[in-house]
């Protein structure tokens, strides 16, 4: 799909919106619908689009390997990390209360970066499951 | 919905069986729209009739795009599922109505989720990232297991190769 001009302006077109939308459902999602795993699934499309588009070679050199796996794990730690730190502050494993001198604000604290932690954890998985199958059919042509 | 999964069922054509699970996921996301479940929705659009159906086609690319011939009639695994949906079709009579305040699960714990010590608008957040954090903790290591599997599968056939940089760079 390489050569086809319309899908490569359309494409040029959308994906920055794809990924501004993606960025939108991440952080609204205290307060409309939407959130991490959502937001995760959203980018990871969008670079999915970008490398039909325009190859996976050329998606690998703006979104490398090891990003993506360096996403996948310190997603889960950033998760866990929220938790150790509420345990730092005296509080219970995974308990937000104790993150801001106001509970509520630190819970919404909390919920942002457990938040974050889920987004970076699934676009991560996406990303790899897709390189891992465009890569082998590369390999076996 | 129920043409898209007959058609689904009957199609030899993988191609079209992948555009046609798709086609179901956005109608099953319209589904979940009108039943006020915004949150599932989108994730059932995105997850369900966008990338999956990517991973599918990545995948219908490594193999024929024929079905290949059952070996055996479909009898037993209809008449099992057949018999498994009436079961639970017979159960579901047995459950509070639809929408009825008094039901249960609006009893129990929903009560106090409602009331929102969190205080934040979207309750479902809340839900998910504060009181069952503990859940989403686990689906999140699933998740990371699950990415985590298919590279320790797929990822053998380099090995040689980065042996090789590893010694290199030492």
């Given at each position: 799909m390489k050569n086809d001009l319309v899908l490569r302006v359309v494409g040029k077109l959308l994906i920055p919106f794809i990924l501004l939308f993606a960025l939108y459902v991440q952080f609204h999602g205290d307060f409309g619908p939407g959130g991490g795993f959502q937001a995760g699934v959203m980018l990871a499309a969008a670079i999915v689009f970008y490398a039909l588009i325009f190859g996976v070679p050329a998606t690998q050199r703006a979104v490398p390997e090891w990003l993506v796996e360096t996403m996948l794990a310190s997603g889960v730690l950033i998760y866990a990390g929220v938790g150790l730190a509420g345990l730092l502050l005296g509080g219970n494993f995974l308990d937000y209360f104790v993150l801001d001198k106001d509970p509520v604000h630190g819970q919404h604290r909390g919920i942002f970066w457990v938040e974050a932690g889920v987004a970076t954890t699934v676009a991560g998985v996406m990303l790899k499951i897709f390189y891992m199958f465009a890569m082998r059919g590369r390999l076996e042509d | 919905m129920m043409v898209s999964v007959v058609a689904l069922a009957r199609s030899r054509n993988l191609f079209a069986a992948v555009v046609l699970s798709g086609v179901y996921s956005f109608l099953m996301a319209t589904v979940l729209v009108a039943l006020d479940a915004v949150d599932v929705a989108m994730t059932e659009a995105a997850v369900g009739a966008g990338v999956s159906t990517v991973l599918l086609l990545g995948a219908l690319h490594l193999c024929k795009s024929e079905e290949a011939k059952p070996a055996h009639r479909p009898w037993l695994p209809l008449s099992v599922a057949i018999g498994t949906g009436a079961l639970l079709v017979y159960g579901s009579f047995g459950m509070p109505e639809f929408s009825n305040p008094l039901a249960p699960i609006h009893q129990h714990v929903v009560p106090r989720y409602l009331q929102n010590?969190?205080?934040?608008?979207?309750v479902v957040t809340a839900v998910l990232a504060s009181f069952r954090g503990y859940d989403t903790l686990g689906e999140t290591t699933v998740v990371f297991t699950a990415g985590a599997g298919i590279i320790a599968l797929l990822r053998r056939r380099k090995k040689g190769k980065r042996a090789e940089g590893k010694a290199d760079e030492k």
């Open positions: - | 010590e969190v205080d934040l608008p979207n």
